[in-house]
C-alpha cells in the first residue's frame, strides 16, 4: 500500500489533515495514518493511501512527516523502520527535541525536528511557515515535499522548538492580555466593537517595540526613550486597581508587577522595558 509514496503524514488532527492535503493538491503521492482511520476519510476520497499501521506508513516514504501532540506521542508511534527522513513537527521545547534526536540516531533515524507557526488553513498557501533545524542535507532533501513555506533555522535541531515556544510565550500572553481587557471594558459598559477599534492601535505598537527590543538586547543598552520600567509599573498598578473594583482576576497584572518590582529593586527603574528580557535580569527575576 505504501509503495511508490512520495510522503507520509502521522497524525491526522486539524493540522495533520491540512498537511496531508497540501502534499496531495501538490501533487506528492501521499500515505496516511491515524489512531482513528475515520479522519482519513476526505483525504482518501483526494487520493490518498490510508495505511493499516503507522509502520507500514512509515516502511517506504522517503518522507515521513509526524504531526501529534507531543514527542512522547510519536516515540509511542514510530516503532517499526522508518525508511526515509522522519521531519516531526509535534510541539515541545527545545530540550525535548534534543532528546528526540538523540532517540532518532540511537534508532538510525535521519531526524528533522520542525515547528509549523501559521493556523491549518495557511498550510499550502503562501501564508504558511513551517520552522525546521538539523542537518541542511535532510532539510535540503525533504523540503520538495514539505509545504512551500518552509524555513531553515540550522543544524542545532533544538531550534525550531525553540522559537515556537518563545513564540508561544508572545501569543499566549497577548492573547490573554487581550481577552481581560475586553472583560475589563465590558465591566465599565464598553461595547466589544467600539473597544475593538481602539484595540487594534495597540496590536499595531508590537511591532516596532519588537525592533527595539532586538536592537537594545543586541547592543545590551537600554535607554528609556520611550517609556521606563518604573512607568509601566505605575500603568499595571492602575489595571489591576481597576480590575480589582469588577471582580475580575488580576493574577497575570500582579505577576508582571512583581518582576517590574523586582527589576526596579536592582536598579532598573530607569531603564526600558527590553531590559525585563536581558539574560541578567530575567535569569534573576526566576529567583529572587
Not at 486539524?14 to 476519510?41: E, I
Not at 508590537?206 to 517609556?227: C, H, I, K, N, Y
Request: hydrophobic share 50%; aromatic share 4%.
Amino acid at each position: 500500500m505504501t509503495r511508490h509514496s512520495d510522503i507520509a503524514v502521522l497524525g491526522l488532527g486539524p493540522m495533520g489533515r491540512a498537511l496531508a492535503a497540501a502534499a496531495l493538491a501538490a501533487g506528492h503521492r501521499t500515505v496516511v495514518w491515524n489512531r482513528s482511520p475515520g479522519k482519513a476519510a476526505s483525504l482518501v476520497e483526494q487520493g490518498a493511501m490510508l495505511a493499516p499501521t503507522a509502520a507500514d506508513a512509515t516502511r517506504e516514504a522517503p518522507v515521513v512527516i509526524t504531526c501529534m501532540i507531543d514527542y512522547a506521542a510519536v516515540r509511542a508511534t514510530v516503532t517499526g523502520p522508518v525508511a526515509g527522513i522522519l521531519v516531526n513537527l509535534s510541539s515541545g521545547h527545545a530540550g525535548q527535541a534534543r532528546d528526540m534526536a538523540a532517540w532518532a540516531a540511537d534508532r538510525g533515524i535521519d531526524y528533522l525536528d520542525g515547528a509549523i507557526l501559521t493556523p491549518a488553513p495557511t498550510i499550502g498557501t503562501p501564508a504558511a511557515t513551517i520552522l525546521c533545524s538539523g542537518p541542511r542535507a535532510l532539510f535540503d532533501r525533504s523540503r520538495p515535499v514539505l509545504d512551500g513555506g518552509s524555513i531553515y533555522l540550522g543544524a542545532e535541531i533544538g531550534a525550531a522548538a525553540a522559537y515556537e515556544m518563545a513564540l508561544l510565550d508572545l501569543f499566549t500572553m497577548a492573547v490573554g492580555g487581550l481577552a481581560h481587557a475586553f472583560a475589563l471594558a465590558g465591566a465599565e459598559g464598553i461595547a466589544p466593537a467600539d473597544f475593538a477599534r481602539f484595540a487594534r492601535g495597540i496590536g499595531a505598537l508590537l511591532p516596532g517595540m519588537a525592533d527595539r527590543f532586538a536592537e537594545q538586547l543586541t547592543t545590551d543598552s537600554f535607554p528609556a526613550d520611550v517609556s521606563s520600567i518604573a512607568s509601566a509599573g505605575s500603568a499595571v498598578s492602575h489595571v489591576i486597581d481597576a480590575a480589582a473594583v469588577h471582580g475580575l482576576d488580576t493574577a497575570p497584572q500582579r505577576a508582571v508587577r512583581s518582576i517590574i518590582e523586582r527589576a526596579v529593586a536592582a536598579g532598573h527603574g530607569g531603564d526600558s522595558y527590553a531590559r525585563l528580557a536581558s539574560r541578567g535580569v530575567s535569569t534573576r527575576l526566576r529567583h529572587p
